[in-house]
């Protein structure tokens, strides 16, 4: 305790520098925090968009049909359905087809992409199909079978408004290539440039019928009531699934590439940036410490020659190094803190920043809250800890060679 002391006055012989470099250690690990927060935040809400409307933290596919996407590799749902029920982690299981198809107007003609879906159940989840994305008619109702819900760009593509008609032409599960006839049920706007130029959502059991098997889907994707129980639900239904099964189980990392690899490359830059700053306070932290001690050669010669050990000496210097990072670090963490504690309570509105509300090609809504990652929190703050006392070596080896005859003469 006597050395803490110690280093407490020693720290603040020059109450200026030590203030300017306690704001520096404590300004940037706070940064760091609250980024980091911010990010996992980010990186939460990114997940929960992609898989309400993607394909779920995890969902069922034909083993070929995530790296494919050919319109052949269906499975039957009945199976998928025994599998899945009555798990009380599931919040949602949505079946769906995919089909792409061209649609025909009266005047215009463009490819499509076609999302059978079950209106009652996929409202609840999907975020294009909520309210505030409608811009003209209404959602068509569970088991509607002519009726479609098309982006705003592909109507104006078709030139049709709600409640006319238009034609969907598209390749059955035979090989035939049939037509089906739509009517304009309503009209959304995501925002994504993609999704409003080619998706239309029709009723998954007509749709399917229209394929040529009414029990068809290309997937059943799963949202689960806590994200971090993925791991447990995919060994779990990848044990439970029956051999032979027509279809294989698949993480949303699988399934939503892009959005991974947008999260991985952002991760890994915020990484880089942690290190180089760190490294522009370790220079500060010894470019202070250095000045400290040059500023007391004469002390420190006096010091030996009244028979110092060299070892008290260097604790002498290590333990202001102590006081410095523990002050920096306590002040970074109750700064960083408040600061996530806003963005936590508050959020933090980043529809400047994504004007399009487009990540990677799926919808994101740009409303972020903060996450709290303890464990991050409580190691950066002791990495920034060691980093001060790493910092205290050069100038601690400079103090130890300090001649006390000379000392006393030239100082």
Sequence with gaps: ??????????????????????????GSLAFV????????????????????????????????????????????????????????????????????????????????????????????????????????????????????????????KLRIKVGQKFVVMFQDFSGEISSKLYRVSGVFKSGVTQIDNTMMFVDRRHLATSLGNPDAVHEVAVVLKDMHQLQKQVAALKTARPAGSEFGVFRWEETSKQIADTIKMDQAQFKFMIFLLFVLVGLGTVNLLLMSILERTREFGLLQSLGMQKSRIRQLIFAEALVLGLTGSAMGLGFGSLASFYTWYHGLDMTAMFAAQEVAGLLFEPIIVSTWNWE????????????????????????LNVNPAEAMRVF
């Design 33 to 156: 925090i609250w980024i980091q927060n911010i990010s996992g935040g980010t990186y939460e809400k990114m997940i929960q968009d992609a898989v309400r409307s993607g394909s779920g933290h995890l969902s069922l596919h034909h083993p070929e049909y995530v790296s494919e996407r050919l319109t052949e590799m269906f499975f039957h749902l009945p199976p998928a359905q025994k599998l899945l029920e009555n798990n009380p982690a599931f919040a949602h299981t949505l079946a769906r087809l995919h089909l792409p198809a061209l649609a025909r107007s009266s005047r215009e003609n463009t490819s499509v992409m076609v999302m059978g879906v079950d209106f009652g159940a996929e409202s609840a989840v999907n975020p294009l199909l909520g309210g505030k994305r409608l811009v003209g008619g209404s959602m068509p109702e569970e088991g509607s079978r002519d009726r479609a819900y098309l982006g705003l760009k592909l109507a104006e």
């Design 376 to 399: 991050w929190m409580a190691g950066l703050s002791l990495a920034m800890i060691i980093l001060v006392l790493a910092a205290s070596i050069y100038p601690a080896r400079k103090a």
């Design 1 to 26: 305790m006597l050395w803490l002391k110690l280093g407490w006055r020693n720290l603040w012989r020059n109450p200026a520098r030590s203030l300017v470099q306690l704001l520096v250690i404590s």
